[in-house]
């Protein structure tokens, strides 16, 4: 099949490839990019495993075509440190919370958790369950995801409160 | 040197972060930042990619199967049919519960999406145009779904390759579509107990097909190197090594040449315990091709055709005196194997510890009989997120014991407190054959109800009940108790093998010379956080700091032979061979600490993190000191080096327990039912991490909750599976899911070496009868005896309009 290029921001570096008008996105980044943070769970938009941040939305990047990603902005799990190195609050909230087990649902978790905080920074915990209900986690409940997310809306805020 | 005040002996255990504190995960550190390694990760030069054709019926011969379109498509180097592994003998493959098992159709299809041809192209979305273009020509055969059909004179024939077996693995077979009887306990002094009860109760309970679903679906890379002739398997393995045993026994490469390597897995559940035929076509390809192949399952292959679990009709007899104390038990099962039987049960063992089935409960007598059938359905009957068909046997028992508590008019909390097995009679033997370690029922049970304010509930339910009645309320309200012993870490090898491999585990520990350490073990995680637990034990039992040790597993080269990860048995099995192993070491260590000490060993003892001359507190060498001179100053006729390994056996099973209690608000209108609260109690004896266990037992809740609430594995009259994706098979969001409220008693496992029992899966054997029992317990005011699940809001609102709501 004919192939097309397609150049994005993936992580804040310029990326380019050749991709089939059918390669879905999650596949440009695991196979293209070797960017293997975020997975596949269903191929079928339902559990979220896949999700990465696309120009400022949380999107399922298996229902997405790589060319249809032509001259975004993503951030991947594997962006989400912070620039000196260390780890983004929502990755220390997943730790210090035990909001994660086999760790398959956590990049996407993660990274649809970071796009809510920066919708609402201080959600409630209605508002949380809601906002990742597009993520399926088969092995922690839920409960201590919950807690991670605001663990770390907390750690987000508390300078600023500082600040004020 | 500075004066520096000695550490005390609290910060010396606290920097061990050994058993009982909540250590935070290794694992996460690398998860949290996509740098974990699981299967699909995995890229090596020249991969190629395979994807098979699967069945669209349920039954149906295979007429002719044309490959040459598929096999014309540019980038595909293979096309694998059944007529191209029989010469290898590898078109059929034996299951772990004795059976055998087409691994590519194989002259007819006995369920809808059985595999039928493999293709292998250089590009995962090439294999799968191909498969689209092999073309298949079937001649539809009468599917049997039913699974209360199938053992009827003129129920079609399923299993041609078994024509004129009248006997299978487990003895007599009665039907050509029958697989087994397994029967239990005394059947005369049963029938007695029933001739001669006051009170009986009988009840069709079914327990409804289901899947574990793990968010990862199964998957592999087999690489098959033709000069050196080795084999390299990665793959969603629980259990490696039998995969290598296997992988040997079925190929003919040597044990020795072949690799089975576990990475980080996504979840299993019982889903990745057996062998499936991606596997084997997987390997086939690459020795074929001499390129490594993947093979990934898409979500509705991994539903409708790798490991249903449950699909048991059990029909629950309970015998009792009219004040309530319980004299009988008679359950029969129907078992529903679907087309091949591939439960993953030790072998002996076809219906799994269903004989657990008396739970809890001092039960004089009982007796149980399970048949087990095919069906045009897809095999597997695994223990998800359960020890083999304990889930099953306790949702059976904890129906019942409602249902009889019903007839009696008694609480359902009163009846099991008047029937519990009594702390003092454990080790207590129970009427269907097992000994029970250790518990202590009325504590707990006792304790949960303090905790939800039980008396307060059922007065509340009562009130609201006559409201109910009057007119004012549309809503009604459950409470659903249960009180659930499991039976875990399979086990002794006097009764628990799988293919003849006893069912022990292992581990090996090596201290090196700065003190760090690794331990190798023959389990292998899949979300538990064995990496962090296990080091835990290990610190506790020698002194070295969690964080100093590494934990390996899933590495069949390196780790020492253990039978894997399911039915809860890491830590009553491998955490015992952990502790048996360290304690080796600390036996070595205090040798050479008195020869440092210039002490005879009997004169030194063991001191959190070292060892010290005993009433001389002040003379002592540390674990960090004792692992260097390990390495250099052992006392004499003492080899160098400071490593064990132990092979553990287990004496017993343990049986870890529990009291759940779910309060449930249903409204009759609608059929929507809303947990306001579930609380479980869990005594899993020893707690090695406490952060571990709570999120082991929200994730079970889940998957119980699941379970209760809405998923089934259905099929329509032809055989067809509905509801084989994630639009259909309800997998709870954060929004459907109940907050838990967890507590614990903890009552040791008195023959395991550190006490503990297991928990992973508790929470769904208990889980699922507390919120069935919750449904329940709402409508029985209205006459209801039993609600089949699963209770969605469709099936509740129905049960209510029967009842005349
Ligand atoms: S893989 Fe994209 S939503 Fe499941
Ligand atoms: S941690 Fe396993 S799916 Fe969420």
Same mark, same amino acid.
């Given at each position: 099949m004919a192939k097309t290029h397609v150049t994005m921001t993936v992580n804040g570096q310029a990326v380019e490839g050749l991709v089939e008008p059918r390669t879905l996105l999650i596949h440009f980044l695991r196979e293209n990019l070797s960017l293997t943070g975020a997975h596949i769970g269903c191929e079928t938009s339902h559990c979220g495993a896949c999700t990465v941040d696309l120009d400022g939305q949380s999107v399922k990047s298996c229902t997405v075509f790589a060319v249809q990603a032509q001259g975004a902005d993503i951030r991947t799990i594997e962006g989400m440190a912070n620039p000196d190195g260390t780890l983004h609050a929502l990755q220390d909230g997943f730790r210090e919370m035990h909001g994660l087990q086999c760790g398959f649902c956590t990049p996407g978790m993660i990274l649809r958790a970071y796009r809510l905080l920066q919708e609402n920074p201080n959600p409630t915990e209605d508002e949380i369950r809601m906002g990742i209900s597009g993520n399926l986690c088969r092995c922690t409940g839920y409960q201590n995801i919950v807690a991670a997310i605001q663990y770390a809306a907390a750690k987000l805020s508390a300078p600023q409160e500082q600040a004020a | 040197m500075n004066e520096m005040t000695p550490p005390t002996a609290a910060e010396r255990t606290d920097k061990l972060q050994g058993m009982g504190c909540r250590r935070k995960r290794v694992e996460d550190v690398r998860f949290t930042q996509g740098r974990g390694n699981y299967v699909d990760d995995l890229k090596l030069p020249g991969m190629l990619y395979g994807d098979f054709v699967r069945s669209s019926y349920g039954h149906a011969r295979i007429k002719s199967i044309d490959t040459s379109k598929a096999k014309a498509v540019p980038g595909v180097v293979a096309v694998l049919t059944a007529a191209d592994l029989a010469p290898l003998k590898l078109h059929w493959m034996p299951t772990l519960a004795g059976d055998v098992q087409m691994v590519l159709a194989d002259g007819k299809v006995l369920f809808q999406n059985q595999e039928i041809a493999f293709v292998v192209a250089n590009d995962r979305y090439v294999a799968a145009d191909a498969a689209e273009l092999v073309e298949v020509e079937y001649e539809?055969?009468?599917?049997?779904?039913?699974?209360?059909?199938?053992?009827?004179?003129?129920?079609?024939?399923?299993?041609?390759?078994?024509?004129?077996?009248?006997?299978?693995?487990?003895?007599?077979?009665? !039907?050509?579509? !029958?697989?087994?009887? @397994?029967?239990?306990?005394?059947?005369?002094?049963?029938?007695?107990?029933?001739?001669? #009860?006051?009170?009986?109760?009988?009840?069709?309970?079914?327990?409804?097909?289901?899947?574990?679903?793990?968010?990862?679906?199964?998957?592999?890379?087999?690489?098959? *190197?033709?000069?050196?002739?080795?084999?390299?398997? @990665?793959?969603?393995?629980? #259990?490696?090594?039998?995969?290598?045993?296997?992988?040997?026994i079925l190929s003919g490469i040597p044990e020795h040449k072949i690799h089975v390597i576990a990475p980080d897995i996504g979840g299993g559940f019982g889903n990745k315990v057996g062998v499936y035929p991606g596997y084997v076509c997987s390997v086939v390809a690459s020795i074929v091709t001499g390129k490594p192949v993947k093979w990934v399952e898409d979500r509705i292959e991994n539903l409708s055709a790798t490991a249903f679990a449950r699909d048991y009709h059990m029909t629950t007899e309970i015998a009792a005196t009219k004040d309530g104390k319980v004299t009988g038990l008679r359950?029969?099962?129907?078992?529903?194997?679907?087309?091949? *039987?591939?439960?993953?049960?030790?072998?002996? @063992?076809?219906?799994?510890?269903?004989?657990?089935?008396?739970?809890?409960?001092?039960?004089?007598?009982?007796?149980?009989?399970? *048949?087990?059938?095919?069906?045009?359905?897809?095999?597997?009957?695994?223990?998800?997120?359960?020890?083999?068909?304990?889930?099953?046997?306790a949702y059976c028992i904890e129906r019942g014991m409602d249902i009889l508590a019903q007839k009696l008019g008694m609480d359902p909390a009163e009846l099991r407190l008047k029937n519990f097995v009594r702390r003092e009679q454990f080790p207590y033997q129970s009427a269907l054959g097992w000994e029970y370690d250790s518990g202590d029922y009325h504590t707990a049970l006792r304790q949960g109800m303090e905790k939800v304010g039980y008396t307060a509930l059922r007065a509340e339910q009562k009130a609201k009940q006559e409201a109910f009645r009057r007119g004012e309320t549309r809503e009604i309200m459950g409470v659903g108790v249960c009180f659930f012993t499991e039976i875990v870490g399979a086990g002794p090898s006097k009764n628990c093998d799988i293919l003849g491999i006893a069912m022990f585990d292992s581990c090996e520990i090596r201290i090196h010379p700065t003190g760090a350490a690794i331990a190798r073990m023959g389990t292998k995680s899949q979300g538990q956080g064995h990496e962090t637990t296990y080091a835990q034990i290990i610190a506790s039992e020698?002194? =070295?700091?969690?964080?100093?040790?590494?934990?390996?597993?899933?590495?069949?080269?390196?780790?020492?032979?253990?039978? /894997?990860?399911?039915?809860?048995?890491?830590?009553?099995?491998?955490g015992a061979a952990i502790a048996t192993a360290a304690r080796k070491i600390k036996a070595k260590a205090q040798m050479i600490a008195a020869y440092l000490l210039e002490v005879h060993h009997d004169d030194v003892e063991f001191d959190i993190d070292r060892f010290r001359v005993k009433g001389l507190p002040e003379k002592f060498k540390t674990m960090k000191e004792i692992s260097w001179a390990a390495y250099n100053a052992v006392p004499p006729g003492l080899e160098p080096g400071l490593e064990a390994v132990s092979y553990y *056996?287990?004496?017993?099973?343990?049986?870890?327990?529990?009291?759940?209690?779910?309060?449930?608000?249903?409204?009759?209108?609608?059929?929507?039912?809303?947990? %306001? %609260?579930?609380?479980?109690?869990?005594?899993?004896?020893?707690?090695?991490?406490?952060? =571990?266990?709570?999120?082991?037992?929200?994730?079970?809740?889940?998957?119980?909750?699941? =379970?209760?609430?809405?998923?089934?594995?259905?099929?329509?009259?032809? /055989?067809?599976?509905?509801?084989?994706?994630?639009?259909?098979?309800?997998?709870?969001?954060a929004v459907e899911t109940p907050k838990w409220e967890t507590d614990f008693t903890v009552t040791p496992s008195p023959h395991h070496p550190i006490g503990a029992k297991g928990v992973g899966e508790s929470p769904n054997v208990g889980g699922v009868p507390a919120f069935s029992n919750a449904v329940n317990d709402a409508f029985a005011f209205l006459g209801n005896t039993h609600i089949q699940m699963p209770h969605d809001a469709w099936r509740v609102w129905q049960a209510g309009q029967k009842l005349g709501v």
């Open positions: - | 539809e055969l009468p599917p049997l779904v039913d699974p209360f059909k199938a053992m009827a004179p003129d129920a079609p024939v399923l299993r041609e390759d078994l024509a004129g077996k009248t006997s299978g693995a487990h003895g007599p077979r009665k !039907h050509h579509n !029958h697989i087994f009887e @397994w029967t239990v306990g005394d059947r005369e002094a049963t029938d007695l107990a029933f001739r001669d #009860a006051e009170v009986t109760i009988k009840e069709m309970l079914s327990y409804q097909r289901v899947h574990p679903s793990p968010l990862e679906t199964c998957q592999c890379v087999a690489s098959f *190197d033709k000069i050196k002739g080795e084999l390299t398997l @990665w793959g969603t393995f629980q #259990a490696p090594h039998v995969v290598r045993t296997v992988a040997a359950v029969h099962v129907l078992a529903d194997h679907g087309a091949f *039987d591939a439960c993953a049960d030790p072998s002996k @063992w076809p219906a799994g510890f269903f004989n657990i089935v008396t739970g809890s409960y001092d039960f004089p007598t009982a007796h149980c009989s399970v *048949d087990g059938v095919y069906t045009n359905k897809a095999p597997g009957g695994v223990a998800y997120r359960c020890s083999f068909r304990v889930t099953e046997a020698i002194g =070295i700091p969690a964080d100093d040790i590494m934990v390996e597993e899933g590495n069949t080269d390196t780790a020492p032979y253990g039978l /894997g990860t399911y039915g809860s048995r890491s830590t009553p099995v491998a *056996d287990p004496p017993n099973m343990t049986y870890p327990f529990g009291a759940y209690i779910c309060v449930m608000d249903i409204d009759v209108d609608t059929g929507v039912c809303k947990v %306001r %609260r579930f609380y479980a109690l869990d005594d899993c004896g020893t707690r090695i991490n406490p952060m =571990i266990i709570e999120g082991q037992v929200h994730g079970g809740l889940t998957e119980a909750f699941a =379970i209760a609430m809405g998923q089934e594995i259905a099929y329509d009259e032809i /055989g067809n599976v509905k509801g084989a994706s994630l639009m259909d098979f309800f997998l709870p969001t």
